[in-house]
């Protein structure tokens, strides 16, 4: 025996966080993009730039939700069950953390 651990690192790799952090922002960015670009006749109340509310709430959700399923990595590398686990609860809890930050991100113009 010559001391080395063999066993395989169920610890996330430092350089994928940024990735997947990324990767939420810009799905994020590209659904409430599409979803404001319907928006033809804002209400004047909600003032002139109300787009920049939901514009940059909405990203920084998706990026939350990208950590997420970065720290949800170490389950998918402990077998296929956990792994056909550790992939659902990434998605429903990047589409939750979505939802939560869409309407943050709406609440007062579109969200009311």
Known sequence: MNGHNTRKSLTPQNGGIIKRM??????????????????NNPKPEWGK?????PILIVPIA??????????????RNRGRWWNIIAIGASIIGYLVILWI????????????
């Open 22 to 39: 990324l990767i939420g922002a810009c799905i994020a960015l590209l659904l409430i993009s599409l979803l404001l670009y319907g928006v």
């Open 49 to 53: 730039f109300w787009i920049l509310k």
């Open 62 to 75: 998706g990026a939350l939700g990208g950590f997420f399923y970065y720290m949800m990595e170490k389950f």
């Open 101 to 112: 930050g869409t309407i943050l991100g709406l609440d007062g113009t579109l969200w009311d």
